[in-house]
């Protein structure tokens, strides 16, 4: 299924990143793709200043990003049937749940730090899992009422944010997609859903509508 909403923008507006031929890979399988999304990108420096962590935020280049419709529909299915990742996904959480039963039962009464640290892994261990499963839950059920076209735009999103580089430097990378719903947003709405500093939410509010 195509993306109807981002190849009319690709059509207005030309992606300055693209290749010569002007073909588009799919971020995670390498696969031609049709499912094309340009972004604003933003970078973020985390700086000490007195002894208290600020941020410094600038904006970046816009980047195009592709994804094919096998590996949108694959993280769609993720996504929808969450629950049978759940074994592989928590786990983590699983095995600091473990290990924190093993040292509670072998430490009790003996070693109080260590059964405290048993004790402090157990609880880690079930937040995590509650998370991924609340998370996963509510996830599934907001992409469930979604139209199809809808839940595959807006997975293959999901699945860009997970493959696009997040570091280079000492700088976070993080994206903007560039598409109707974004350009209808404000800049409070902007500033909340993407982290940004008020200056920079204004900044992209702007970008966002010069292209
Ligand atoms: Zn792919």
Redesign the pocket.
């Known amino acids: 299924m195509r993306i109807q909403t981002i190849d009319k923008m690709d059509e207005v507006h030309q992606a300055p990143h693209k290749n010569n031929t002007g073909e588009c890979r799919?971020?995670?399988?390498?696969?031609n793709?049709a499912c094309r999304f340009r972004a604003l990108e933003v970078r973020t420096l985390h700086v000490r200043d007195m002894d208290r962590e600020k941020r410094v935020q600038a904006l970046g280049d816009y980047r195009d990003f592709a994804?094919?419709?096998?590996?949108?529909e694959?993280k769609l299915r993720e996504i929808v049937s969450y629950r049978g990742n759940i074994l592989r996904k928590c786990l983590p959480f699983g095995l600091i749940f473990a290990i924190g039963c093993v040292l509670t039962a072998v430490f009790i009464s003996k070693d109080r730090v260590m059964m405290t640290l048993g004790i402090a892994a157990i609880v880690c261990g079930i937040l995590g899992i509650w998370s991924f499963v609340t998370k996963g839950t509510e996830k599934a059920r907001e992409y469930k009422v979604k139209s199809k076209e809808k839940a595959l735009h807006d997975a293959s999103w999901e699945l860009i944010t997970e493959c696009a580089p997040a570091k280079e430097g000492d700088n976070d990378l993080t994206y903007i997609p560039i598409d109707p719903e974004t350009l209808s947003r404000k800049n409070g709405d902007l500033m909340v859903l993407y982290d940004l500093l008020p200056d920079i939410a204004v900044q992209a509010h702007k970008k966002l509508h010069e292209i």
Do not use: P, R
């Open positions: 799919c971020i995670q399988c390498g696969k793709a994804v094919c419709t096998e590996c949108a694959q």
